[in-house]
């Protein structure tokens, strides 16, 4: 039987591969056919937040925790508010055309305006300002913009419908702010103020380092140094992101017993993507001895905040038993909840419960419309840059799982989500390669030596050589 994808619902996952934990053959059979993902949804709010503005998109979620009052800043070179006059671009989106400045940005968020002394929820920091029109207005990457012909612009949303209701052509004015001369001096603003103690600088340097955003490829062993900088200072969001460093071994070395511990002191101040963690930790024995019990409790306080991936991992234990009385109308009630808040790991375990008559009445067509939102959930985090999700789109086309089954284009979404150098979604895929079957991890191999990057043999055994073969990819772009 082929593999299964079990599928990302957003732009933000980074963990998980913990289905093929200590459990029964049968057992271990069964999940080992789904794909696990392990970006965006166990990352705190915000983290994968860099979409086009022109892009619709769910609204964004609250900034994440406050931040301790920072000592006094130096000063560094001065910042300023600019007024630039930009030329629109043509843009379309649901078929109809509009005004765009082809620029990509995320919210100004607390730690970002603790560190600049902004005011949160106020602007968008812009990320990519590289199209013909940012470029003739002079906007920079790092500029934040304030306003939009006047009229204040709170985040990414409020600039989307600014230019959604302005046609190609126009004349606007942008009023920025901007850190000195722009990119660098940003930098070294950030970097001064997170040596100083502001919390938000060091937070804020170590999630744009981390996703690669403003000041080049993502650098993660910096990106560490400032998640530790800002956790030992008590964030709970840069806890949870130097955990998940330490588990999977990026840009630190890998110490599952430091993730756990981090992740414990990022739950306990109230970080629900913590919890959800340190659950999946104690499912697996990874890090800690393994207690099904206490990934319930973990994933229940998680859910009682309303993450929906704890909602998954929970209504997977109500499935199976596990760490709680066996309960199939909790495990469905859990899984539809996160289906419907857009969780595609959730949409497809639905669907299989219904194909198959899993703790459920048997449903073939109830299958076949899950199978068909899981595709469009995952497609939708594809197209926003989610790797894992790229991937996976790319394993539906090759399955035919909600999709018209197509190696051809299968081929494309896997080799373009290896093309994004996302170090999670290689290191993972070599962690747990049983979440494909072995034809399937065949035509992977065919598919990289088809690219010109593997010249091994074709067996179905990710080796050394088939890791450096993804990497290499990343190259080609």
Known sequence: MRSRPFLVATSMALMAAFAAGPVGAGERIHLAQRWTPLTGVLTPDGESKDTAVETPKA???????????????????????????????????????????????????????????????????????????????????????????????????????????????KDVTLNVWRAGAGTDDLRKKLVERADAGNVGAAASLGRLLSLGLIFGPKNFGDAATYYLKAAEAGHPASMTRYALFAKDGIGIPKDEALAAKWFLKAAEGGQEAAMTNLGLLYEAGRGVKQDFAEAARWYQRAVDKGHVFAMHRLGLLYETGRGVVKNDQEAVRLLETASEKGLSEATSWLADKYEQGRGIPKN??????????????????????????????????????????????????????????????????????????????????????????????????????????????????
């Open 59 to 169: 609204p964004q979620p609250k900034s994440a925790e406050p931040v301790k009052p920072s000592p006094s800043q130096p000063s560094g070179s001065s910042s300023s508010t600019l007024s630039l006059k930009a030329k629109l671009e043509r843009a379309v989106t649901d078929g109809q055309a509009h005004g765009s400045l082809g620029i990509r940005t995320i919210a100004v968020d607390a730690d970002f305006a603790d560190a600049m002394g902004l005011s949160a929820g106020q602007g968008v920091l812009v990320t990519d300002a590289s199209s013909p029109a940012a470029t003739a207005a002079g906007l920079l990457a790092g500029d934040v913009i304030q306003k939009f012909d006047g009229r204040a612009v709170a985040d990414p949303d409020a600039l989307s419908k600014e230019l959604r209701g302005s046609s190609a052509d």
């Open 364 to 477: 073939a067509e109830e299958a076949s419309r899950l199978n068909a939102r899981a595709a469009d959930q995952v497609r939708r985090a594809a197209e926003q840059g989610n790797a894992v999700a790229t991937f996976n789109l790319g394993i539906l086309y090759r399955i035919g799982k909600g999709v018209k089954q197509s190696d051809t284009e299968a081929a494309n979404w896997v080799v373009r989500s290896l093309k994004l150098g996302d170090k999670y979604l290689v290191a993972e895929l070599m962690r747990n390669p049983d979440v494909l079957s072995v034809a399937d991890r065949k035509w992977v191999q065919e598919v990289l030596r088809n690219e010109g990057t593997y010249s091994g043999p074709i067996n179905g055994t990710f080796t050394p050589d088939v890791r450096t073969a993804m990497e290499e990819l990343a190259k080609k772009v």
